[in-house]
């Protein structure tokens, strides 16, 4: 029942939002190894942003998805390997891990301009885990300027993927950090709005800590198919 669990899952973000006295969060739904038709049915239950993992993946439900609900959004949320940016600049509307220098120009080439700017997220290693998608905290000031200052690209905020510890409570401080950072980057820069952390076993947590967008999987889809 999509439009069930779609209901319930926003009914607990706003519970988590309301506990904790912060603004209600947007929604991203992780729909990575969902096949079309699950995200055919989330979007005929009102959800519009997606959240895919790979390029080639996201591209083939956006084109699949694209006559019937033409008004998605598809955000990467993966991470993203060079040679596949320019696809990436094409067939996303937020590329949300973004962290290194040498995806800003690739990305923004690539970017049609009747398109309008792609919306980037910062992917930030908030807890230096050796081997890690995402920048240092230190490089972020620098990038975040080298992504504000590129045509074709629009700087929304930051994203971040805590270790895994098996209590969720233990992400906590790592959410908090982030918290920081994104207040640091956005008293900088006013167009970053958008503070990206929170998966299915730790929304609460995120939320409580200021997320402004969670990204859901499995407490909309259901386990994985693969
Ligand atoms: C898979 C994934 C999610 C969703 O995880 P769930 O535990 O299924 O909610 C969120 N963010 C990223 C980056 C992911 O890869």
New binding site residues.
Partial sequence: MPAERLRTVLQRIQNAADAAGRPVPALLA?S?TQPAAAVAALAAAGQAAF?E?YVQEGAAKRAALAAAHPGLHWHL??HLQSNKAAQAAEAFDWV?SVDRPGLVAALARHRAPQRGPLNVLIQVNVEGEAGKAGCRPEDLPALADRVADTPGLALRGLMS?PVPHPDPERRRPAFRRMRELFDGLAARHPGADTLSMG???DFAIAIAEGATLV??????FGP?PR
């Fill in positions: 992780v990575k959240g993992n949320i993966g949300q993927i998966m299915s076993d990204r859901i999987g499995t407490a909309l994985r």
